[in-house]
């Protein structure tokens, strides 16, 4: 079975600093996806960002980018210019086609003002 | 994103009554939806995955019967808890998926339930 594993349940960040988090996967599947959730303290899940195995570029959004390590099986989210807003639970997650979510245990961000 | 709606936000119920939690996706058809419950400071934990038109399918340790789950149409899911007790009390999220290959899952904004 797959699984996502999630190792620092928390960080915590400079506001205006970078900061990265972790997450390792397990899987003997070639296809699948990769995804960032947060969840702030309103429990709202947000997707923050999505891979797809077979790309190897690694996916950006805005301040958010991934470094992407298929043979390590690695999915780390860094955030840059980290602001008051980014402070949230964050899951990595995993799905290969047509399948069901897997997430790892979370980590949750502060941010120092 | 794609958006989906979860109604109520919040229940409080006396034990033993049952309350229904609705999940819609606003803005696109969800051939899947899942139910998921999330305990405090931890991970979701997946309670049930449903097809439009079909029984759902739930995940081991999940009492169907107690959990009742409704997918009747590509915009409406809903969720039953049927003689609710103090250990229901939880949060709820539900989730849906368009395209069952590629689409990404919309979460809803989460129901709380306490049962008195």
């Known amino acids: 079975a797959q699984t996502v594993t999630q190792s620092q349940p928390e960080m915590s960040v400079q506001e205006a600093e970078t900061v990265t988090l972790s997450c390792t996967y397990d899987t003997s599947e070639s296809d699948y996806y990769l995804f960032w959730y947060k969840q702030p303290p309103s429990r709202q899940m947000i997707l923050v960002i999505r891979q797809e195995a077979y790309k190897q570029q690694n996916a950006t959004e805005n301040r958010f980018s991934v470094n992407f390590q298929k043979a390590a099986k690695s999915f780390s989210l860094k955030i840059s210019d980290s602001q008051l807003g980014d402070a949230a639970m964050y899951f990595c997650a995993y799905r290969s086609r047509a399948q069901k979510l897997v997430f790892g245990q979370g980590t949750r961000l502060t941010i120092n003002p | 994103g794609a958006v989906v709606s979860q109604h109520p936000s919040w229940v409080i119920c006396k034990s033993g009554t049952s309350v229904k939690i609705e999940c819609r996706s606003l803005d696109f058809q969800a051939t899947t939806m899942f139910w998921y419950r999330q305990f405090p400071k931890q991970s979701l934990m997946l309670m049930a995955t449903s097809n439009e038109g079909s029984k759902a399918t739930y995940e081991q340790g999940v009492e169907k019967d107690k959990f009742l789950i409704n997918h009747a149409s590509l915009t409406l899911s809903t969720l039953t808890v049927t003689s609710a007790h103090p250990e229901d009390s939880s949060f709820y999220i539900c989730?849906?998926?368009?395209?069952?290959?590629?689409?990404?899952?919309?979460f809803g904004p989460g129901t709380r339930l306490t049962v008195l």
């Open positions: 989730s849906a998926r368009g395209n069952p290959s590629t689409d990404t899952q919309y």
